[in-house]
């Protein structure tokens, strides 16, 4: 139900126009817990990359550096080679063998090189393999105790490594056959034992004629390449570290304090709590102490919105006992009348609770509905001079004999501009002058002005209505804006009010942002000339000085 004291611990209402509070509308850039998780990802996924990319820039870097160098190596040893005495036959010169072997000694090619001469044919020439103590291929197995049977190779393993030898052979023929075209050849291929080295093959010249091609291998790129995986394992290591540390805190800072949210919603849903309290989650700064407190103040909305639907519920039990129990005793006493005077007397008093009766339902509805209205329509520029005028209008329109006028003193110049709902204002408005026109005695003027009063800035905007009538006591410049409150003057007809339209008259004007209180105004003797109501509300943004 929309009753005024539902929401008496909620968040006041924001003006007409006002931005909801930051903390409602955080941008993810502004989210410290979302920063936190993002930078902490960011940061792992930002290293391994930036490892990865490192690692393949250095290893595609020392695959070249190294063929520079070898090709450096290749062609200071061809020129070498091509200038000494290793040559023989006129008129066309041809690698002397003996001579070649001889000069290709450990001191020209460095530990972990191969170097090859090729004739002119693609046959070799020259293995500095075969003229230096290196041996190629790999360690021998460990050795088997005495008298273990010697095992054959599978078939397929010898086929595998006769396959393996024949791709090598053929990729180092191939390589050869273009550099004897006098173009010098670089790459990276499988030698006979399966490894991968850098191999650079150079034509050796004798003046322009080719004689033959040196090739020159490091054998070393599997052994840079283990090491590049051994050097890529911290940064993985290190990723790897930064994501756990980032699921702990998703757990702790997250997870965690949802479940103890979730835990303490059941309890208010299983009605073992009307509000929720975890005070550690409401002094945190992030989107978690948001939640908390906004769960907080919900619920602790949602208990006094049920405190005040059971108050309204035994205030409407009583109002409408009342009527009741005087309709029970005149139908209880309406056969024992003996005179039409007396019978007619009875009828008219049920009639009375019966208008009564009506007139509370009505009221009651009106209020129930009255939260589902200011919801569901949008707030709007709204021209109240001529709101006011129109509601002026239909009361003179309708005007009977002996009923109070009512006269509007518009504002000079422009209209007055406001942000809210027409549909609830207008029933503000004409509550409070059916109230006036109540009090006033008959042919009396309700008078009505719109101003505006710039020493409030936030709610410029006033609008008066005056009656005549004979004011308003003292004690009750607030209690008349209660639930159910009648104070009305000797005379007055019974039943004709039910004490509902001053309190849906505050609940809109503050739901508007505004503000409504009754004065009594002065006369010239220092009497009481009547009661004043003022509402004063926030004017539309950009309306200026309208009045």
Known sequence: MALDTATAKADPPLPPGAVEPRRRLKRFSGSRLGGLILALNLLSLLILFVGALLLNEWQRGLIESRQETLTAQAELLSNVLSKLSITTGEPTPAFDPVEASRQLVDDFIPAGQRARLFDLDGLLVADSYAVSEAIPGQALPPARPAGTPVQPPAPKVETRDAARLEEARSALAAEVEQALDGEPQAGVRRSESGDRVVSVSIPVRHVRQVLGVLTLEAGDVDETLSAQRRALMPFALVALAVNLLGSLLMHLFVARPV??????????????ARAISLPDLESRKDEIGDLARSLVTMTETLSDRMDAIEAFAADVSHEIKNPLTSIRSALETLPLVK????????????????????????????????????????????????LLTEIVGIYEAGLKPGEAHVVFEAPRGDHVQIIGRDGPLG??????????RSFSPPGGTVRLSLGRDDLEPDRPVRVRIDD????????????????????????????????????????????????????????????????????????????????
Do not use: C, W
């Not at 503000?428 to 002058?433: A, D, K, M, P």
């Not at 409504?516 to 004063?536: H, I, L, Q, T």
């Open 339 to 386: 005179t039409a005077a007396q019978r007619e007397k009875l009828t008219s008093l049920l009639q009375q609770d019966v208008r009564r009766l009506d007139r509370l339902i009505t009221d009651i509805s009106n209020a129930s509905r009255l939260d589902a209205e200011l919801n569901r329509d949008r707030p709007r520029a709204i021209d109240l001079t001529q």
């Open 468 to 547: 005549d009538g004979p004011g308003i006591p003292s004690e009750n410049l607030e209690t008349v804006f209660e639930r159910f409150y009648t104070a009305r003057p000797r005379g007055t007809a019974f039943g004709a009010n039910s004490g509902l339209g001053l309190s849906i008259v505050r609940q809109i004007v503050e739901a508007h942002g505004g503000r409504v209180r009754a004065v009594n105004r002065p006369d010239a003797y220092g009497g009481v000339a009547g009661a004043r109501f003022e509402v004063a509300l926030p004017a539309a943004p950009g309306a200026g000085r309208r009045a």
């Open 259 to 272: 479940m103890r949210l979730s835990a303490a919603a059941d309890e208010v849903r299983l009605q073992r």
């Open 427 to 436: 029933q503000v408005f004409r509550n409070l002058i059916d109230n006036a």
